[in-house]
């Protein structure tokens, strides 16, 4: 059963790496090793800079989005216990 493979970016990311979880999905389904499935699962690429969305494919053609995460606004006011851990 394939699903949909869908990867957050950040705002200015240009470049991606990640697993295609179809890859993982048929590597478990037909019993493979763990350590085979992640090598053959893993893609990695690059993003133009403004592009919101865009599509890449694993090495098996299995479908990837890529989607821009966009940035959480700024705080209306500061607050400087939110720097500290405690």
Known sequence: MSRENVVWLSA???TFSCLCES??????AAGGSFLDAVRGANV???VA??????????AAGH???LRRVERPPKLAR?????????
């Open 12 to 14: 200015g990311a240009t």
């Open 23 to 28: 890859c993982l999905d048929d590597a478990e």
């Open 44 to 46: 990695r690429g690059s």
């Open 49 to 58: 800079a403004g592009a919101q969305l865009t599509l890449a494919r694993c």
């Open 63 to 65: 479908q990837i989005v």
């Open 78 to 86: 500061s607050d400087e216990r939110q720097l500290q851990l405690a």
